[in-house]
């Protein structure tokens, strides 16, 4: 082994170098992040400056009563729900990309996001609750049971004996197929108003953000992001291929698993507060990828942070494009993910991943 001037071993500094350029872009993508929410804020209908934003969100009670209530109660949960939700999405991606070994799976491809989109058309065109106590909120609450019972047959069918990965990667294809033709005749049959929900909905919005849907993401993602981390030793070995994975003592089916579940749950809430926003769970984890590498303790923080960063700078685009509008945030991130969906499927045809 090669030993420096100093007696420290070359690889090790090679390592700690490699260590700090990786912590060095989670603080560049950090930054990028506050710097995206600060113009994600200014930017609506009335025009702030960046350093009004940051006054009136660090010094509230100097700031006019006006500015105070756009900034806080409208514009901030919209910024943060941008953050929390892309954050999760990218998670949610990233892990299915690990444990399924495959760089296109996320939770708009496996049909998460289509079942949502169907709870949903449910509740706005024939007027179905599926939990009636809470008849109030069943539009969030249908498309999040349906994105769940989704996940949850995903969950089941990988139980089986004899289930591979590529089975679960077409069960969940054939899910995206499913419930997008059942959306369709809904639409078929609604009448104009509820098919201009349906469609708005479907098209991914933030504009209906509130303090409370920030709280709920966000606790979902604390709740998940530590269950993960725990195991980040196991889901950087996974990457390996599952036999040297399970001779380095994984337990690989269990993993699985245990990550399906908390995938399913990090994709599912966000869904129903937003509607369809796609390519977020393919997107973030591939940017995080590129940057970071596999190491699962750089690769998981990256790609919350790669998610949250580029939901938040659609979201700043959704204001800028047509000044005085906010455009539906799923369109804009369909036309950024499609060329980079394309891309990824003729790479992997060309290698394997």
């Known amino acids: 082994m090669a030993v420096t001037s100093t007696g420290t071993p070359t690889m090790a500094l090679a390592y700690r170098g490699l260590v700090a350029r990786r912590i060095v872009v989670l603080v560049g993508l950090t930054a990028l992040l506050l710097f995206s929410v600060a113009v994600d804020v200014a930017l609506g209908p009335a025009r702030y400056g960046v350093g009004d934003v940051l006054r009136t969100i660090f010094l509230p009670g100097q700031a006019e009563l006006q500015m105070r209530v756009v900034v806080w109660d409208i514009r901030m949960p919209m910024a943060l729900l941008a953050v929390t939700v892309g954050a ?34 449910l509740a706005m065109v024939l007027g179905v609750a599926l939990f009636p106590a809470a008849i109030a909120l069943m539009v969030p609450i249908n498309a999040f049971a349906m994105a769940m019972a989704a996940s949850l047959l995903i969950f089941g069918l990988s ?25 369709a005749l809904l639409q078929y049959f609604a009448s104009e108003q509820a098919l201009s929900a349906v469609v708005f909905w479907t098209m991914g919005s933030l504009t ?15 709740v998940c992001t530590p269950l993960f981390a725990r195991r980040a030793w196991a889901l950087t070995a996974i990457r390996l291929g599952e036999t040297r994975a ?7 089916k269990r993993l699985r698993l245990e990550a399906l579940f908390l995938v399913s749950l990090l994709a599912a ?23 970071l590498g596999e190491d699962q303790r750089f690769f998981m923080p990256g790609a919350m942070l790669a998610g949250a960063v580029i939901l938040s700078a659609t979201s700043v685009l959704s204001k800028a494009i047509l000044p005085g509008a906010v455009l539906p945030i799923g369109i804009i991130t369909a036309l950024v993910g499609v060329p980079f969906f394309a891309a990824l499927i003729l790479t992997k045809g060309r290698k394997s991943w």
């Not at 089986?160 to 197929?177: K, N, P, S, Y």
């Not at 209906?208 to 849907?213: D, F, I, N, S, Y």
């Not at 977020?280 to 940017?287: A, E, M, R, S, T």
Request: no cysteine.
């Open 159 to 183: 139980t089986l004996r004899g289930v591979t990965v590529e089975t679960i990667i077409l069960l969940g294809i054939a899910l995206v197929f499913s419930f997008n033709a059942a959306l």
């Open 246 to 252: 399970a001779a380095m003592g994984v337990p690989v």
């Open 208 to 222: 209906k953000a509130t303090w409370g849907k920030v709280a709920v993401t966000a606790v979902i993602l604390a």
């Open 269 to 291: 809430v966000p869904v129903s507060f937003v509607g369809t926003i796609g390519f977020i769970g393919i997107v973030g984890p591939h940017v995080a990828r590129l940057l």
């Open 88 to 121: 999760s999405l990218s998670l949610a991606g990233a892990q299915m990309q690990t444990i399924l070994a495959n760089p296109l799976a996320s939770p708009f491809t496996l049909g998460l996001s289509a079942a949502a989109s169907f709870g949903a058309a």
